[in-house]
C-alpha cells in the first residue's frame, strides 16, 4: 500500500530540485537529499486522514450541517467575483502575467483565503456528487465544480486551476477507500492514468497563457519554457544563488523560518524569500526567488547539516494535526473534516518541496486554519448554538 502525500511530496520533490541534485558532482550531497526526501515522506505517510469510514450522502436539506457549510463557503466566495467584475478578468487582457499580479494587489489578503474557499468547495462538491442518490443533487455539485476550476483559469492562476484537477483525483481514489490514503498498486496505476489525462489538459493552459507572456506562437517553444520554469530555475538557477548567498551572509540557524513567522505579523519584517530576492537585486537582478525546501534548508542549516531540516518538517505536520483536531468538527459534517483533512496534506505534500515549511505554513495552512475557524463558527451561529447578544 503507497500513501497519496508521500507519493506527492516524494514527485515534486525530485521534479523541483531532486533529479538535478541527484546528478550532483557531489555523491554525499545527493545523498543527503535523497535521505531528507524519503524520511519526510514517511512522516508525512504516518499522518491520518480520518479514522471513519465516508459516510452517508450529503443531506442537501435545508438546515443539514452539509448544506450549511456549503453555503458558508458559497458566501465567503462572494468577494472574489464581485472583486473579478470591478478588475476585469486577468487571463483574456493583453497582458495576462501583469494583470493577474494586479488583481492579486487589488484583493489583498483575501488573495490567500479564496483558493481555500475554492479547494474546500471543489471536495465537498466532489463528495457530495460521490455520495448523492440522484443526477438533480449530482449535477448542482457538477455546476459548482466547473465554475470554481473555471475562474482558477480565469483568475490566470494556472497552478491553482492545475491542483484543483489534482484534488479532485486524490478525493476520487480517498473516496473509493473509504476515507484512506493508502492505496494498492491497481488503484496507483489507475490514478497515474487519471493523473496524466489530467496534467495534459491542465498543461494547454498554462503553455497557452506562458506563448502569450514571452510573445512566441511555437507550442515547442512554449512548452520548453514551462518546462524550465516549472522543473529546472529551481535547482539549476536558485540553489546556486542561495549557495552564493550563504557564503556571503552566512547560516541562519533556523533564523529564516522565524523571519517567516514574524513577517505576518509585523509589517517591517521581510520574509526570507522576499529578503534574500532583495539582496540580489540589490546588486542589478531583477527577479523574485522561490527557495524551495531544498533551498530553505541551505539557508538554516547549511549543506553539512542539510538533514536538520526533517525537524522543522516534523513540527510542522505534528502541529498540522494538532490544530485539526482542534478545529475540526465531525458534527457538522463527516464530508467537511474530511475535506479540511485532504486540503491540508495536500498542501503540506505540494507547497512544502516547492516553496517550504514556513512558506507552506504562513501562506497556505495559516488562511486554511482561519477559513476553518470562521466557518466553523458561522455553522454554529447558524445552528443557534452560539448566540450574539444585542446590546
Known sequence: MINIFSLIFVLFCFAFYGVAGVASEAPIFSVTIVAQILVCALLLGRQKVITYETGPEADWTLNSGFAR?????????????FFLAIHGIPALSTRPEVSRVEFSNSISIYDRIYPV????LILLSFLGVSSAKTWLKKSKFILVMFFILLAFILSGYRARAVDGFILLAIAAAVS???????????????????????LLIGLIPAVYLTMIRFETQDWRQGIELVYWRVFEVNYETNIPRIDHFVSTMG??????????????????????????????????????MTTTFLGEAILNFGRSFLLLSIVPFLLLVSLNRVVLKSLSAPAIHHHFELSINLLS???????????????????????????????????FVLSGKIRIRKT
Open 117 to 120: 474557499v475554492f479547494y474546500l
Open 345 to 379: 496534506l495536500y498542501y503540506i505534500a505540494r507547497i512544502v518541496p516547492t516553496g517550504g515549511v514556513s512558506n507552506a505554513f504562513v501562506t497556505k495552512l495559516l488562511p486554511l486554519y482561519i477559513v476553518i475557524t470562521l466557518v466553523v463558527f458561522c455553522f
Open 69 to 81: 457549510v456549503f453555503r458558508i463557503l458559497i458566501l465567503f466566495s462572494m468577494p472574489f467575483f
Open 176 to 198: 473509493r477507500q473509504g476515507g484512506k490514503s493508502k492505496i494498492g498498486i491497481k488503484a496507483l496505476l489507475r490514478l497515474s492514468g487519471i493523473g496524466s489525462i489530467v
Open 251 to 288: 547560516i541562519g540557524y533556523g533564523e529564516y523560518y522565524f523571519r517567516d513567522l514574524l513577517s505576518v505579523f509585523v509589517k517591517s519584517m521581510e520574509s526570507s524569500q522576499v529578503f534574500v530576492t532583495s539582496y540580489f537585486n540589490s546588486q542589478g537582478g531583477v527577479f523574485v
